[in-house]
Structures are given as C-alpha cells and as structure tokens.
C-alpha cells in the first residue's frame, strides 16, 4: 500500500456489538436544517455498521474516528468490497449504512432504498510511469473517443495506435475492475458504455491492487479514485503511476488545464466542473428507508461538521447549496 495507507491504517474500528444501535432518548436528534452542529454533549451509544465502496472507505473510517470522539459510546463495524457489495449488503438489511460510489438504480429505490449524497471524487485514467511512451501520452493526451475504443469496442489494440505511429506495435494490456465497483461503472459511463459490464480487460479485484497493479506493468491502462491515484501525504501522483490527460477539446495535444500534476488542481477541476463527469461523480451513502435514530445522526453529522475533514482524506466537499439539499432530503 502507498502512503493513503497512513490514513486507513490509523484507525482501528470496533467489532460491532451485539445490541442495535440507538440514540439516547433524552436527547433527540438536533435539527440541521440550517447547518447546526450536533451538540457532542447529547449521548448517543449504540453500533453503526457499515460497508460498500473503496472509493469511500478511507473516508468513512476518518468520519468514524471524528465521531467516536464526539461519541465514545458510540461504534463502528467499516468494511470495504465494492458499492455492489454495498448495496447488497444494505438492501438486505445486514448493514445499516451502504458506501455508493455510483448513482442509485430506480430498481434499488424500488426496493426501499433511500441516498443522500456526501461528497464528491472523480476516476482517473492511469498508466504505468515506466510506459516507454509515456512522453507522447502525457504530451498528447487521449481523448475520450480513444478511450471509449480501448475499454469498450477494443478497437485499439497498441500504443502506436493511441500516439499516432504504426510503427509502435506494442501491445495495450488493458485492466479493469472485477469486483462490483463505481468506479468501474463511471468509467464504463465516460467511455460510451452503459454498466460495468461494458467494460473489456483483465479483471482485478479492489482499488488498491488496480494501482499497484497497473505502477508495474510498463503497457499497462487502467483507472483509479482521486485519492488513490494520488499521494495524500505529499499531494503529488502515487508513485509509479501516471495520470493520462483526457484530451477533453480534442485539438491533439494535453492543455495545462487538462493536466493534474497535484491533488489540488484535480479536486478543484471536478468540483468547479472542469473535469468530466462522468466520471467525476457524487459518492452516497445509502439506508433501507429513510435513516433515524443513531444512524440518521451520524449522516447529519457528516454533512455538516464532518465535511471539515474531507479535503485532508483526498476527497471534494458539496457545495453549500448541495450540502442543504442532502440535509433537505433527511427531513
């Protein structure tokens, strides 16, 4: 792991306790609708379990630790799998809070799901540093047509195809997800696909091994989560990996507004709409029914007090006027 492990391995969670979780009813649930704090005086105890998305869980155990805090009565059970696992997880009642790095499926409101948004993240394209083609890549950028025929027609089958010299008959070795993954999906979305499933490439399990996975081979294209392609310590790209820029005007050569060397001008080029979306993308945290009691809580807390810890994790906070809708919506 690359030092965003700093942030996932700070934390220790909890095993989940046997009672359910719940509020103290002395102290009901504090009215947010105009970005109040919660008071951390009011006791809550009780368990809150939660799974889904890598995308989200560096995050989420950063939002566990901040509350226990305020909490000390109060635990979490935080694991990752992928957003499928997430929602499978939350429909079937097993969890009380699904991490969704996608948007939510009408089939899965169908079936009692309720979402509010928390923050905002964006995929990335990544290439390996050690890609003796790097120069011409980083140069040219690829546009999204060419992407769209790597990933999901696989027409483009060499790197001499995607920098324009036939001669280059080197091979592209294509990676995607095999897990059920937002990121995937997004990524399926900004390539002219509908579903992960559109997606063509040797499968790899998790967001950690896609990094790791593409940093060593030299010819290899895959994808990956702001704040895994990116450092969080020294806010530079994760080492042994490249991002691509995405030639988004198509004029054949990589803009200084289309290249992000640093973590900052990714996050304020997804969150002032620069950077496409998909795949950029809003990250949901999703409950069987409308949350109440600890779990609608902890949800409140994070959309407000809690977004003060977004940017350190690598992560884009919502607008005001996003964060009042998601607020809105909990009522």
Known sequence: MRKQA?????????????TPACVSSSNPVPNTDNGSTQDSSEHLSGTISVSGAFA??????????EFTKLHPDVQFDVQG?????????????SVDIGMISRSIKPEEEAQGIFWVSVTKDAVFPIISAQNPYAGDILAKGIPQET??????????????EVIGD??????????????????AEMWAKFAGGNAQDDLIGI???????????????????????????????????????????IDINTNGQADVDEIYKVREDASNAVANGKYPSPPARFENLATLGK??????????WILTDG?????????????????????????
């Open 56 to 65: 989200l869980y560096p995050m989420m155990t950063v939002w566990a630790a």
């Open 6 to 18: 700093v942030v996932l391995l700070s934390i220790v969670m909890a095993i989940a306790l046997a």
């Open 147 to 160: 992407f769209a025929r790597i990933f999901v027609t696989g027409e483009i089958k060499t790197w001499g």
């Open 307 to 331: 977004q003060q810890y977004l940017e350190q994790a690598g992560y884009v906070a919502l607008t005001p006027d996003q964060q009042a809708g998601s607020l809105a919506k909990l009522k």
């Open 81 to 93: 799998g992928g957003a499928g696992k997430g929602m499978t997880d939350t429909i079937a009642g």
């Open 291 to 300: 949350p109440t009691g600890l779990t609608l809580a902890f949800i409140e």
């Open 203 to 245: 499968g790899i399990n998790s967001e950690p091994a896609m990094v790791d996975t593409v940093a060593k081979d030299p010819l290899g294209i895959g994808y990956g989560n702001l704040n895994s392609v990116f450092d969080l310590t020294s806010d530079h790209i994760v080492q042994g990996i490249s991002i691509p820029p």
């Open 166 to 183: 036939p001669a280059i008959t080197d091979e592209i070795h294509v990676f995607t997800r095999s897990d059920s993954a937002g990121a």
